[in-house]
T-cell receptor
Framework: DAGVIQSPRHEVTEMGQEVTLRCKPI?????LFWYRQTMMRGLELLIY????????DSGMPEDRFSAKMPNASFSTLKIQPSEPRDSAVYFC??????????????FGDGTRLSIL | SQKIEQNSEALNIQEGKTATLTCNYT??????LQWYRQDPGRGPVFLLL?????KEKRKERLKVTFDTTLKQSLFHITASQPADSATYLC?????????????FGSGTQLTVLP
């Protein structure tokens, strides 16, 4: 079974550039989550989708961040313009909440983003 | 303010001993608590879930307890092995607006010494 697939695994870009992170959730999962992990703040939820609809984006740090889920098998997290403080590891996770919202989340291996 | 604390950022133990990791929380009333393992360069991997009305849950060498009075969960690894070395994260399912979402602790890095 393929797990959650994220691309790219690493991204290094200059401040001010647009960055797009991609995620393919596990087939059949109807919830998708974007997290950011840093040493200082740990793992923080940015936004999550249920059945392709954004449910809670209160964790999105500012308007420079946007996320979309055009269909059940693909999501993007975009940062425009990027800043050095956006440097972190970004994780995508998916789960199925058909049997309740306590289901385990399955994480991808993340995108390590460095903004110079 | 709401807070999740995991004991000491790093824990070193000898192979064969029992590792005990602590997750304390304040100002939450979680319905569920989950534990995850994270290896360097990888995403977290789900290990166990325990409900608020359960005192204890076991899976092979793993045991989790959940004390809603103390607002604490303990995570035990018995007969620890070097392969158990990783960062362990607790996560609480907490109501946020009309939905519930997982909120993670900062993790405890466990090293099992051969």
């Amino acid at each position: 079974d393929a797990g959650v697939i994220q691309s790219p695994r690493h991204e290094v870009t200059e401040m001010g550039q647009e960055v797009t992170l991609r995620c393919k959730p596990i087939s059949g999962h109807n919830s998708l989550f974007w997290y950011r992990q840093t040493m200082m703040r740990g793992l923080e939820l940015l936004i999550y989708f249920n059945n392709n609809v954004p449910i809670d984006d209160s964790g999105m740090p500012e308007d420079r961040f946007s996320a979309k889920m055009p269909n059940a098998s693909f999501s993007t997290l975009k940062i425009q313009p990027s800043e050095p403080r956006d440097s972190a590891v970004y994780f995508c996770a998916s789960s199925s909440n058909l049997r309740g919202d306590n289901q385990p989340q399955h994480f991808g291996d993340g995108t390590r983003l460095s903004i110079l | 303010s709401q807070k999740i604390e995991q004991n000491s950022e790093a824990l070193n133990i000898q192979e064969g001993k029992t590792a005990t990791l602590t997750c304390n929380y304040t100002n939450y009333s979680p319905a569920y608590l989950q534990w995850y393992r994270q290896d360097p360069g990888r995403g977290p991997v789900f290990l166990l879930l325990i409900r608020e009305n359960e005192k204890e849950k076991r899976k092979e060498r793993l045991k989790v307890t959940f004390d809603t009075t103390l607002k604490q969960s303990l995570f035990h690894i018995t007969a620890s092995q070097p392969a158990d070395s990783a960062t362990y994260l607790c996560a609480l399912l907490i109501s946020s607006g009309s939905a519930r979402q997982l909120t993670f602790g900062s993790g405890t890095q466990l090293t099992v010494l051969p």
